[in-house]
T-cell receptor, first 116, second 111 residues
């Protein structure tokens, strides 16, 4: 039973199109994230939601819009896709708690987006 | 400010040799520290984590890491490399809800 699942796993599309990636976690975690991994494997945080509330919103083009219908789901919609959007997008979740930091991050398997 | 520096974007070792992947952190508060591994075409999975208990942390697949506050380091080691250890390794520090990842180290194991 997959803990963090994201769909689709592969996405090939033309420039200018709009696409969405969906993410669901069944771990009961209260915080979800979207990361972008570029071709050099660098991981960049894009967004984070805690109990459906946006808490991290890094410098990302406003063509990217996250949406969290409930704390188990975090979707990513991308408008007007550009070549530079080609990357692997990872969804992750964690359970925040008291103390100095959040708990462990659990990652999905990634969604590889290719923009032609 | 929090950050992580991984020295060496590529490390090659012979099968059976010691694996040493370096990670230094910067944190304004006592950190939680993590090592994650990413196998080809997969997501990241946790190898081990330091949460202020024992400074020597043992993880999965024979890996361990030692938290050294005086050196602000959290290097990852494995006594004997196996072919299956070839992967990308990420060090991360977390404060609050924010995780800060290093740029990754690609480990190659030579038969």
């Amino acid at each position: 039973d997959t803990a963090v699942s994201q769909t689709p796993k592969y996405l090939v599309t033309q420039m200018g199109n709009d696409k969405s990636i969906k993410c669901e976690q069944n771990l009961g975690h209260d915080t979800m994230y979207w990361y972008k991994q570029d071709s050099k494997k660098f991981l960049k945080i894009m967004f984070s939601y805690n109990n459906k509330e946006l808490i991290i919103n890094e410098t990302v083009p406003n063509r990217f819009s996250p949406k969290s219908p409930d704390k188990a789901h975090l979707n990513l919609h991308i408008n007007s896709l550009e070549l530079g959007d080609s990357a692997v997008y990872f969804c992750a979740s964690s359970q925040t708690g008291g103390g100095r930091g959040a708990g462990e991050l659990f990652f999905g398997e990634g969604s590889r987006l290719t923009v032609l | 400010a929090q950050s992580v520096t991984q020295l060496g974007s590529h490390v090659s070792v012979s099968e059976g040799a010691l694996v040493l992947l370096r990670c230094n952190y910067s944190s304004s508060v006592p950190p939680y520290l993590f090592w994650y591994v990413q196998y080809p075409n997969q997501g990241l999975q946790l190898l081990l984590k330091y949460t202020s208990a024992a400074t020597l942390v043992k993880g999965i697949n024979g890996f361990e890491a030692e938290f050294k506050k005086s050196e602000t380091s959290f290097h990852l080691t494995k006594p004997s490399a196996h072919m299956s250890d070839a992967a990308e390794y990420f060090c991360a520090v977390t404060v609050g809800n924010q995780f800060y990842f290093g740029t990754g180290t690609s480990l190659t194991v030579i038969p």
